[in-house]
C-alpha cells in the first residue's frame, strides 16, 4: 500500500506529541529538554535558529540518535526529554515519530515549527 508524505505526515501526528510553543518555552526554560533543529542549513542562515537549539539535519538524525553509531550526537540519548522542530512541523512530526520509533520515550515536537514560535512572539537569533 503506497501513502502520501502527507499521509504519513498525518500518521505522524496522530501518534506524537505536539507541543505549542509557550509549552516549548517553558521545558526549555526548566532545562530539561534538547531542543533540535532539523532544518536544512539554507532555512538556518535564512530564518535564524531559536535560541538553543541544537542543530541536526533531517537526513542525519538517525545516526546522530543511535549511540551506537560513529556519528552519535552526545546531547540526544534515549531518557532525555527531546524537543524536535522544523520550519512548520512536517518535517518534526516524522523526526519526532522516528525517534519513537528508534526508542526514545520522552520526545515531542513544535507544532508548527519555527513559524509558529516566531508568531508566538518567541526570539531567534
Not at 9 to 35: C, F, K, M, T, Y
Not at 36 to 49: F, H, I, M, N, T
Not at 66 to 75: I, L, V
Not at 82 to 101: E, K, N, P, Q
Amino acid at each position: 500500500m503506497r501513502c502520501t508524505a502527507g499521509q504519513l505526515v498525518a500518521h505522524a501526528l496522530a501518534r506524537i506529541e505536539n507541543l505549542s510553543p509557550d509549552q516549548v518555552a517553558a521545558e526549555l526554560e526548566a532545562g530539561d529538554a534538547i531542543l533540535v533543529d532539523v532544518r536544512e542549513p539554507a532555512e538556518l542562515s535564512e530564518e535564524g535558529r531559536i535560541p538553543g537549539s541544537v542543530w541536526v539535519p533531517r537526513g542525519m538524525l538517525e545516526f546522530r540518535a543511535d549511540p551506537t553509531s560513529p556519528h552519535h550526537h552526545a546531547g540526544l540519548e534515549p531518557d532525555r526529554r527531546i524537543i524536535l522542530h522544523s520550519g512548520s512541523g512536517r518535517r518534526s512530526a516524522l523526526a519526532a515519530a522516528t525517534l519513537d520509533d528508534m526508542g526514545y520515550p520522552r520526545v515531542a515536537h513544535l507544532d508548527g515549527g519555527i513559524t509558529a514560535w516566531r508568531q508566538a512572539g518567541k526570539p531567534t537569533v
